[in-house]
């Protein structure tokens, strides 16, 4: 006999396409479709910020107020709602919390008041689903900025009947985003003394809202496999890995899946020419189509390398900048977009100077030139310090881009090196986070590209692989069915 649906409250602070600043954004827009396609019923709570009513213009406010009680305060909170691919979207509608021209921040800082914007976000999605009436099985928290809706729910409502079947779990994008802040938030949030324990909230004398989610939700996980196993060791547990290995047998890592019908090389406008793996000369012309909107030459054997990244150390940009004459010193041409730390965005300007007819560096972003970029380069360059998951490798590997990533977190989860399996091989993986390693890396996959039978090989592997969120989305469903035996 089949299990029954499951209700379940998605709570975030970003989704695709109506607000995003990373991959938080990308798996909580494409998540919910997928589960709903499996029969379930499933609501998505986030904030009405500014950004939302430039994607979706105005929506008729709901006519009751939410009473949110925090901190001594009872905040009176409209909502809006909205259908998106079948999902019944909620937007918390606070103006002095949302009404700002960023997400978290602006002019490079963030709001001060974060943790009251997003512990107003926890409290006001939980009274959300009973002004609703709406009695989730499952509320699944992500990141920092939901860390609390566990605590909550834990601490505050664990007495309320209309809660009594409603489980949590709390997902993991990117541990090192914390949501630290000072231990006298904790008054502002609400939050009694207990939580606020070193088995609780407090974290080195301040609080973290991601420790909170983390201790107090029924079950964990993060976004991969090997990143799962990454963060309970101290190297990379970022202070957390205690707590982490204590609730080991609550953890789980799950691999993010990608949505094929936003990101396929058949379909894509963004694209000079469409392309698909039984049919790849669309993919040469869209490779000499980059090469001439960019200014370089085109040139069909001349292998072109990309990278679409935020401009962070995370993303191993200092190891490109370490290796760049040497990268350089290889007959290919180099092609980076992305947008970070002012400091790599001016030495990446400078380097690139030196190689004008070789290298183009694009401080901006730009969803349709990625799009282009994915689609016209050979190889595609990954070389993340760490990374939870990873989307760039994902759609490099649909548009035909062969990676080269470093072996860490969802990169070892998703690319298979000839050296390591070489029928299965869809990219190539350098194991020591230094230049060396990377530059052994570039040379085996240049190797490769020289012979196209073989090249070839590479890319059609990678474009036939099941990425989709159907896969994930079934492996969530199981994880929520544990939650709910908790």
Same mark, same amino acid.
């Given at each position: 006999?089949?299990? @029954? /649906?499951?209700?379940?409250?998605?709570?975030?602070?970003?989704?695709?396409?109506?607000?995003?600043?990373?991959?938080?954004?990308?798996?909580?827009?494409?998540?919910?479709?997928?589960?709903?396609?499996?029969?379930?019923?499933?609501?998505?709570?986030?904030?009405?910020?500014?950004?939302?009513?430039?994607?979706?213009?105005?929506?008729?406010?709901?006519?009751?107020?939410?009473?949110?009680?925090?901190?001594?305060?009872?905040?009176?909170?409209?909502?809006?709602?909205?259908?998106?691919?079948?999902?019944?979207?909620?937007?918390?509608?606070?103006?002095?919390?949302?009404?700002?021209?960023?997400?978290?921040?602006?002019?490079?800082?963030?709001?001060?008041?974060?943790?009251?914007?997003?512990? !107003?976000?926890? +409290?006001?999605?939980?009274?959300?689903?009973?002004?609703?009436?709406?009695?989730?099985?499952?509320?699944?928290?992500?990141?920092?900025?939901?860390?609390?809706?566990?605590?909550?729910?834990?601490?505050?409502?664990?007495?309320? @009947?209309?809660?009594?079947?409603?489980?949590?779990?709390?997902?993991?994008?990117?541990?090192?985003?914390?949501?630290?802040?000072?231990?006298?938030? /904790? +008054?502002?949030?609400?939050?009694?003394?207990?939580?606020?324990?070193?088995?609780?909230?407090?974290?080195?004398?301040?609080?973290?809202?991601?420790?909170?989610?983390?201790?107090?939700?029924?079950? &964990?996980?993060?976004?991969?496999?090997?990143?799962?196993?990454?963060?309970?060791?101290?190297?990379?547990?970022?202070?957390?890995?205690?707590?982490?290995? /204590?609730?080991?047998?609550?953890?789980?890592?799950?691999?993010?899946?990608?949505?094929?019908?936003?990101?396929?090389?058949?379909?894509?406008?963004?694209? /000079?020419?469409?392309?698909?793996?039984?049919?790849?000369?669309?993919?040469?012309?869209?490779?000499?189509?980059?090469?001439?909107?960019?200014?370089?030459?085109?040139?069909?054997?001349?292998?072109?390398?990309? %990278?679409?990244?935020?401009?962070?150390?995370?993303?191993?940009?200092?190891?490109? !900048?370490?290796?760049?004459?040497?990268?350089?010193?290889?007959?290919?041409?180099?092609?980076?977009?992305?947008?970070?730390?002012?400091?790599?965005?001016?030495?990446?300007?400078?380097?690139?100077?030196?190689?004008?007819?070789? &290298?183009?560096?694009?401080?901006?972003?730009?969803?349709?030139?990625?799009?282009?970029?994915?689609?016209?380069?050979?190889?595609?360059?990954?070389?993340?310090?760490?990374?939870?998951?990873?989307?760039?490798?994902?759609?490099? !590997? +649909?548009?035909?881009? &062969?990676?080269?990533?470093?072996?860490?977190?969802?990169?070892?989860?998703?690319?298979?090196?000839?050296?390591?399996?070489?029928?299965?091989?869809?990219?190539?993986?350098?194991?020591?986070?230094?230049?060396?390693?990377?530059?052994?890396?570039?040379?085996?996959?240049?190797?490769?590209?020289?012979?196209?039978?073989?090249?070839?090989?590479?890319?059609?592997?990678? %474009?036939?692989?099941?990425?989709?969120?159907? +896969?994930?989305?079934?492996?969530?469903?199981?994880?929520?069915?544990?939650?709910?035996?908790?």
């Amino acid at each position: 006999m089949p299990e @029954p /649906a499951l209700k379940v409250l998605m709570v975030a602070s970003e989704a695709a396409p109506f607000a995003k600043t990373g991959g938080l954004a990308d798996v909580v827009g494409s998540l919910p479709p997928a589960l709903q396609s499996l029969g379930h019923d499933v609501r998505l709570v986030m904030p009405w910020y500014r950004a939302v009513r430039k994607v979706t213009g105005q929506i008729r406010a709901s006519r009751r107020k939410l009473s949110v009680p925090m901190g001594g305060r009872v905040f009176q909170v409209g909502y809006r709602s909205v259908e998106n691919r079948g999902v019944q979207i909620y937007f918390i509608d606070l103006p002095e919390f949302y009404d700002r021209p960023g997400l978290y921040g602006d002019m490079g800082s963030d709001y001060p008041d974060n943790a009251e914007r997003f512990g !107003l976000l926890s +409290r006001a999605a939980l009274e959300l689903t009973r002004e609703l009436g709406f009695a989730p099985d499952v509320i699944h928290a992500h990141d920092w900025q939901t860390g609390l809706v566990p605590v909550y729910l834990r601490r505050q409502l664990w007495r309320d @009947p209309f809660f009594a079947g409603s489980h949590s779990l709390f997902s993991i994008h990117n541990l090192g985003y914390q949501g630290v802040f000072p231990l006298e938030t /904790a +008054r502002i949030l609400g939050l009694e003394a207990s939580p606020l324990s070193p088995e609780g909230l407090e974290y080195y004398g301040q609080i973290s809202l991601l420790k909170g989610g983390i201790g107090f939700a029924d079950q &964990v996980n993060t976004v991969s496999p090997t990143y799962c196993r990454e963060i309970q060791t101290p190297e990379s547990g970022m202070g957390l890995d205690g707590l982490l290995r /204590a609730r080991s047998d609550r953890l789980h890592g799950l691999l993010n899946g990608l949505d094929e019908n936003l990101w396929s090389p058949a379909s894509d406008r963004a694209l /000079a020419h469409s392309y698909a793996p039984r049919k790849l000369s669309g993919k040469a012309l869209c490779k000499t189509a980059l090469q001439q909107e960019l200014g370089l030459q085109a040139s069909p054997r001349t292998p072109l390398v990309a %990278m679409v990244t935020r401009l962070d150390s995370q993303k191993g940009v200092e190891l490109v !900048l370490e290796s760049w004459d040497r990268i350089l010193s290889r007959r290919l041409q180099l092609v980076i977009l992305g947008t970070g730390n002012p400091d790599f965005e001016h030495r990446l300007t400078a380097a690139a100077a030196y190689y004008p007819g070789q &290298v183009r560096v694009l401080l901006r972003f730009d969803d349709d030139l990625s799009r282009r970029i994915y689609a016209g380069s050979d190889l595609f360059l990954m070389p993340s310090r760490y990374e939870p998951c990873g989307l760039g490798q994902l759609i490099a !590997l +649909r548009y035909g881009s &062969v990676p080269l990533v470093h072996a860490t977190g969802g990169l070892i989860d998703t690319i298979v090196d000839p050296q390591t399996a070489a029928g299965h091989a869809n990219g190539f993986v350098f194991r020591e986070y230094r230049h060396s390693s990377l530059l052994e890396g570039l040379d085996r996959a240049l190797t490769a590209y020289a012979v196209p039978r073989e090249w070839q090989k590479l890319m059609r592997q990678g %474009m036939t692989q099941d990425l989709s969120w159907t +896969r994930a989305a079934a492996q969530y469903v199981d994880l929520y069915r544990l939650c709910t035996k908790d």
